[in-house]
């Protein structure tokens, strides 16, 4: 073992040295897109922005960039894409998106120059890209009810249930959402309805879709969605076992960590799925949910806890922002028994400026966790530490937000500003929530060394 690392590390410095007197370092004279800009595009921004990507505009071609070079120039200078809102000095996490200075000035360069195009020989291949997940090709892939929303609807918040049956019992190393329409999915939490196979004899009976405006009381759209077992009794249910947030990809993680019982008969229950405004075209919805098996039981599964909004420490103080004010709040709770950090995940909506969470141990030691010195709204990813992060027993965990309620803030939903608040833990964009979600195991000796990237 030691001795692979020895020539992992030997390689790496004769990479430097070659690289540093090559020319993948310095910026050349004159800047081309074949040669500079699209190995820049196509290692940082092409995941997204290419067709059938999630950004509406591609950045493959030489016409899409130039098309493009004024934004590309400026939102690279401001750190807005590749979008990582964490900052990278405080703590770093697997699947980082950050540009090189190097590349940021390759693209500043491209555009005073006046954009020339190059040899069209010397342009790299576009990666390969896969499609339908972000993990591989997946073992079974279940369809979710397809939702029709008309031009200009509101906000929908859904019950949703997607029933499936198996051969056996089995295990889940990953349950992965796959947004049909990305314009129109906003988020979806979802939890795992587990049958004993003698007390449900249909899982596919029951509506589909069940809209939470019009029925407000939970038990009643569970009937509706036929839910409880055939003697109305309750099945067990595994709460969050697939999330979708904008910019989220599913995560395995190495080492056999993670993954899921999957009864032979069970429902995914997405409580909710969120649908935005539409503009003005009638769109259907058709997500699907995918599952790679696993054959192996899952021997550490996760757990998970949050602060703030809905979670096992309240806001303080109350989340009530008024208008033309910046407000700040906090949520802390002392940790029990030793953890393992796995994943980590803030929210705030439109109104966020900054967060931060970090734990103070016992000894008067920080162990940072996060730091969003600018909130970005469209970017809530869920990010996971490169190797898991121990956090005592006795440690309070912290998370701090800033709200920026004035006419400075340019997401305002509101002009003038107008009070908000949490409304009891609404969910709807221009109301207001603080969450902090952490992903965790049970601490066992060695955690800290153990690698959660997949790509290592
Ligand atoms: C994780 C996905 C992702 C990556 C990686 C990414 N982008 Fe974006 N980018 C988006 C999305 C989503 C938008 C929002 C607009 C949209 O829906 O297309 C956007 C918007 C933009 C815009 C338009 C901003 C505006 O004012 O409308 C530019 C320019 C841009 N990206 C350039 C880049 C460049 C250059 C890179 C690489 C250095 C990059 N992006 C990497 C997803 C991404």
Not at 231 to 237: F, I, R
Not at 267 to 282: A, Q
Not at 420 to 436: H, I, L, P, W, Y
Request: hydrophobic residues 40%; aromatic residues 12%.
């Amino acid at each position: 073992m030691a001795k692979t690392n020895n020539i992992k590390s030997l390689a790496a410095v004769f990479f430097v040295l070659l690289c540093s007197c090559g020319d993948k370092n310095t910026i050349p004279d004159k800047v081309n897109f074949t040669e500079h800009v699209a190995p820049i595009l196509y290692n940082n921004c092409t995941i997204c922005h290419r067709p059938g990507g999630s950004a509406h505009f591609s950045l493959v071609t030489y016409a899409d960039a130039k098309g493009n070079a004024e934004a590309i120039a400026f939102t690279t200078r401001e750190h807005l894409m590749p979008p990582w809102p964490a900052d990278p000095h405080y703590t770093q996490f697997i699947g980082e998106r950050l540009l090189s200075q190097r590349g940021i000035d390759v693209l500043q360069k491209w555009l005073q120059q006046g954009e020339q195009e190059g040899p069209q020989d010397k342009l790299p291949t576009l990666p390969k890209y896969l499609t339908g997940s972000a993990i591989g090709i997946p073992d079974m892939r279940i369809a979710v009810a397809p939702y029709f929303l008309k031009a200009y609807s509101n906000d929908r918040f859904l019950l949703v249930k997607v029933p499936f049956e198996l051969p056996n019992d089995t295990f889940a190393s990953v349950i992965e959402f796959i947004p049909g329409n990305k314009n129109v999915v906003h988020h979806v939490n979802g939890d795992l309805v587990k049958y004993e196979f003698d007390k449900k004899k249909d899982v596919f009976g029951g509506e589909k879709v069940v809209d939470m405006v019009e029925d407000t009381s939970i038990v009643k759209a569970f009937e509706k969605l036929g839910l409880p077992n055939d003697d109305g009794s309750y099945p067990v249910l595994k709460k969050s076992v697939v999330n979708y947030l904008p910019g989220v990809f599913a995560q395995k993680y190495a080492n056999g960590i993670g993954g899921y019982f999957l009864p032979r008969k069970g429902v995914f229950l997405l409580n909710d799925l969120h649908y935005g405004f539409t503009s003005k075209e009638d769109v259907w919805d058709s997500s699907y949910i995918n599952i790679f098996f696993s054959k192996t039981p899952p021997n550490r599964p996760v757990e998970e806890f949050q602060l703030g909004t809905w979670g096992v420490a309240p806001v303080e103080p109350d989340l009530i922002i008024q208008p033309n004010t910046i407000k700040r709040v906090r949520s802390h709770v002392v940790i029990q028994k030793d953890i393992s950090v796995l994943t980590i995940n803030p929210h705030m909506h439109l109104l966020g400026k900054s967060f931060k969470a970090y734990a103070l141990q016992p000894n008067g030691d920080t162990i940072r966790l996060i730091s969003i010195p600018r909130w970005d709204f469209n970017w809530q990813y869920f990010y996971t530490f490169k190797k898991m992060v121990k956090i005592p027993a006795g440690s309070t965990v912290v998370a701090e937000g800033v709200y920026d309620n004035t006419t400075a803030n340019p997401n305002n939903p509101f002009s003038p500003p107008r009070l908000v608040r949490d409304n009891n833990g609404s969910m709807k964009a221009t109301d207001e929530m603080f969450q902090f979600i952490i992903t965790y195991l049970p601490y066992q000796p060695g955690d800290e060394n153990i690698s959660l990237d997949i790509s290592n």
